[in-house]
């Protein structure tokens, strides 16, 4: 049996936010934002979870969540970096061992099973998967002077989401060659093995509920969600 293990991320300080509190601690319908993530794996397959957290807040989340609910698949609370990236890395060294390996956004507290359980299916096929949904606005490209210089075809268009499922060797040389570098560009896990790993990522459908919660309007919708999901 292939070993899947799921990297949550909640080392992020959430600034296009503007709150007091991380988001990822933020309330949504009654618990944490990142109860939500949690709970979605530790339902799911998925034999362990590594989540990665702030500086100094792994005794809190020890606490507040893996105790207080119970979420036995936790099996390492690791501190994140300054970016994204780094994030990923130190969660990555701390489930080395697993085959494959699925990176999400805490932050995106409504990743469903069907999602979770279409990347696993697909990932010993593909090596490296993308959740995502086709765009619904016209995409432009501009130049420095904000003048339209493309109008790329929408039925070619994705917007992305986690999780991102890949190998985890793959994943692993692919970062280790980016960390050499500190590509400051880099966005999500797929770009690092689009660039740094030659290998071709595949795109697997997302939900269009599967939002990352990132300005507050966002919180009004997720407030929706959550509710509905707690129902
Ligand atoms: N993240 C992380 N470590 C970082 C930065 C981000 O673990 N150094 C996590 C966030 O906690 C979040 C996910 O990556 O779950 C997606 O990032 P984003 O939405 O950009 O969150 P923040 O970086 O926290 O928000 P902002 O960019 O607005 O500051
Ligand atoms: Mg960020």
Redesign the pocket.
């Known amino acids: 049996m292939s070993s899947f293990a799921a990297i949550v991320?909640?080392?992020?300080?959430?600034?296009?936010?503007n709150s007091d509190v991380h988001?990822?601690y933020m309330n949504l319908a009654g618990k944490p934002v990142i109860y939500y993530s949690l709970k979605a794996f530790s339902d799911s397959p998925v034999d362990e979870i590594v989540l990665?957290t702030g500086v100094g807040e792994q005794e809190y989340c020890r606490r507040e969540l893996i105790e207080k609910y119970q979420f036995t698949k936790v099996t390492h609370i690791v501190e994140?970096?300054?970016?994204?990236y780094?994030?990923v890395y130190q969660g990555l060294m701390a489930c080395a061992n697993a085959e494959y390996v699925m990176i999400h956004?805490?932050?995106r507290p409504f990743v469903t099973q069907d999602i979770i359980c279409r990347a696993m299916e697909d990932v010993p096929r593909s090596r490296a998967n993308i959740a995502a949904v086709p765009v619904k606005d016209t995409i432009k490209m501009t130049d420095e002077t904000n003048c339209v210089t493309d109008t790329p075809r929408r039925d070619r268009l994705w917007s992305v989401q986690t999780p991102q499922t890949f190998e985890t060797t793959l994943l692993k040389n692919a970062y280790e060659v980016m960390m050499k570098q500190e590509d400051a560009d880099i966005t999500d896990d797929a770009m690092v093995v689009e660039r740094y790993g030659g290998y071709k990522v595949h795109v697997i459908m997302g939900d269009y509920r599967n939002i990352?919660l990132?300005t507050p309007e966002d919180l009004l919708i997720g407030e929706i969600f959550a509710t509905e999901k707690n129902g």
């Open positions: 991320l909640a080392a992020g300080k959430g600034s296009r936010m988001k990822q990665v994140g970096g300054a970016e994204r780094h994030s956004d805490g932050a990352k990132t």
